[in-house]
């Protein structure tokens, strides 16, 4: 059993911060890639950030240069550090990982698991 936990969401006014965390617990043997994608209300749910094992980010084009993507991997943790929000970025945040999970101290699958999802209303 491999959980997402996330924290960090809120309300903020315009030109404010969050810090968005998200913690992996359970059999877990290794992480892979991480990310962080969002859903407004009546829409897809789309990419925000992701984040290699290596720490190497990629953004999509609306968060560039305010969103930081960051991963703590001996805490089994991905952050996203959003600045300079806007009302366009309201919003529920979910985190994704790639996990591959031990059974018995062995080796198991590599299974896609998302969190809960955290509220970020950011107003005007």
């Known amino acids: 059993q491999v959980q997402l936990v996330e924290s960090g969401g809120g309300l903020v006014q315009a030109g404010g911060s969050l810090r968005l965390s998200c913690a992996a617990r359970?059999?877990?043997?290794?992480?892979?890639?991480m990310g962080w994608y969002r859903q407004a209300p009546g829409k897809q749910r789309d990419l925000v950030a992701t984040?290699?094992?290596?720490?190497?980010?990629k953004y999509a084009e609306s968060v560039k240069g305010r969103f930081t993507i960051s991963r703590d991997n001996a805490k089994n943790t991905v952050y996203l550090q959003m600045n300079s929000l806007k009302p366009d970025d309201t919003a529920i945040y979910y985190c994704?990982?790639?996990?591959?999970?031990?059974?018995?101290?062995?080796?198991?699958?590599?299974?896609?698991?998302w969190g809960q999802g955290t509220q970020v209303t950011v107003s005007s």
């Open positions: 994704n990982a790639a996990v591959e999970s031990t059974i018995f101290g062995l080796r198991g699958q590599v299974g896609d698991y």
């Open positions: 359970g059999n877990i043997f290794s992480i892979k890639d």
């Open positions: 984040i290699t094992t290596t720490s190497s980010p």
